[in-house]
């Protein structure tokens, strides 16, 4: 499906949970955030259905986010369901890799093709800070299960402040290639204030060539990261807000109010 400005949508990414295992500084505060309610989260086959539909519109990819997704019980079934799902030709996710060493193999069996794991630093000081507490070793534990688990590409996000050339982004550029990894650096971004930028060897936060929506846990399509549009599929039914989100996105990017990036997935 092309939306007004000839773009091909083909890509959705879905937030399957607002939940979170690690609390990284700049996305989820340790305190003075909401949850969402467990009733307010889109069960499994409503999620499904939204794939679907997406399918016979034109969405060929699809990535699985959070807040964590690992941390939603049996999100191995989803998979399942979403690998079911005639059309979807991409289905990968985005981990902060804690849980990745339990899960790696059972996904891979479900279906998931491939997985992105964040990975900011290699200090473990630095990323138990970072994280409010985590432990560096389980994430590359959970990386080299992945890889065994034929999860490949395996590529690492790397958030950085302004530039690539920070110490830490080094440090996790040289381990991806010294391990065979691409790693994608993320610009830290702000909602409210309308400031992103184009992800260093990836495709987001590209406006003119933008191929995606997103699917909030709680039922929101939304066309655009930094917009406050939005439609829900529990009000709409998924096709209807599917179709209102491709033909109302916006050219570009200007700034989200209602949202944070654990409750959209980034
Ligand atoms: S800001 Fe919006 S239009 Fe631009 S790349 Fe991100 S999602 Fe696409």
Redesign the pocket.
């Known amino acids: 499906m092309l939306d007004r400005y000839n773009r091909k949508i083909n890509y959705l990414r879905i937030s399957v949970t607002d939940r979170c295992n690690l609390r990284c500084s700049y996305c989820m505060p340790c305190e003075d955030f909401v949850m969402l309610d467990h009733s307010e989260i889109l069960r499994f086959d409503e999620i499904v259905e939204v794939v679907r539909r997406g399918a016979d519109m034109g969405i060929t990819k699809v990535r699985l986010t959070g807040g964590e997704p690992l941390v939603r019980s049996d999100v191995t079934e989803l998979v399942a369901m979403i690998a079911a799902v005639g059309g979807i030709s991409d289905l990968a996710m985005t981990s902060n890799g804690v849980l990745m060493e339990k899960f790696a193999l059972p996904l891979a069996q479900a279906g998931l093709m491939r997985i992105n794991i964040s990975l900011d630093t290699l200090d473990p000081a630095k990323f138990r800070r970072l994280t409010a507490g985590g432990d560096i070793n389980r994430v590359l534990r959970g990386i080299e299960a992945a890889r065994k688990a034929g999860l490949e590409p395996v590529k690492l996000n790397c958030v950085i402040k302004s530039s690539s050339l920070e110490p830490d982004a080094v440090a996790v550029k040289n381990f991806g290639r010294e391990n065979g990894m691409e790693v994608r650096f993320i610009h830290q971004m702000d909602l409210g204030g309308g400031e992103?930028s184009?992800v260093e060897g990836g495709?987001?936060?590209?406006?003119e060539?933008?191929?995606?929506l997103?699917l909030t846990a709680d039922g929101n399509v939304?066309?655009?990261?930094?917009?406050d549009l939005a439609w829900n599929v529990r009000q709409l039914g998924a096709e209807r807000a599917l179709k209102s989100a491709v033909n109302c996105?916006?050219?570009?990017?200007?700034t989200c109010n209602h949202n944070q990036f654990y409750n959209i997935g980034g």
């Open positions: 992103f184009i495709e987001g936060g590209d406006c060539r933008c191929n995606r997103r939304k066309p655009c990261l930094f917009s996105k916006p050219r570009c990017g200007t």
